[in-house]
Nanobody, 133 residues
């Protein structure tokens, strides 16, 4: 199993970036994928989760976000290419961090929108996002 992030970089406040998480060794139908970030000096936090399985079902939530990114970030997945995206709009300096994607043990995201590290079994190396003038 391998997850590879890309798409990070330097962007001005108010700008946008799209991160990609290419997954290998598992099918998006079998595992949800989460995006996390780590700000220097702080603990890693989960920010969004996507379930390919749930996206094909009615009345099942397939995307989750923490409050600080909801409405600005959009998580999505492409099963044909096995890539999970994180579109980040209206970026703020507080979004500066290393961003990671990770494979969840289950097909679905946490119904409580929790991001416990123990629920994620494989991690990418991360991609740096810097929001600055």
């Amino acid at each position: 199993v391998q997850l590879v992030e890309s798409g990070g970089g330097l962007v001005q406040p108010g700008g946008a970036l799209r991160l990609s998480c290419a997954v290998h060794g598992f099918d998006l139908e079998d595992n949800a994928v989460g995006w996390f970030r780590r700000v220097p000096g702080k603990e890693r936090e989960g920010i969004a989760c996507f379930s390919q399985q749930a996206s094909r079902q009615r009345d099942v939530q397939s995307t989750f976000y923490i409050e600080s990114v909801r409405g600005r970030f959009t998580i999505s997945g492409d099963r044909a290419t096995n890539v999970v995206y994180l579109q980040m709009n209206n970026l703020e300096p507080g979004d500066t961090a290393v961003y990671y994607c990770a494979r969840r043990w289950a097909r679905y995201c946490s119904a409580d929108n929790k991001y416990d590290d123990d629920d994620y079994e494989d991690w990418g190396e991360g991609t740096q996002v810097t929001v600055s003038r």
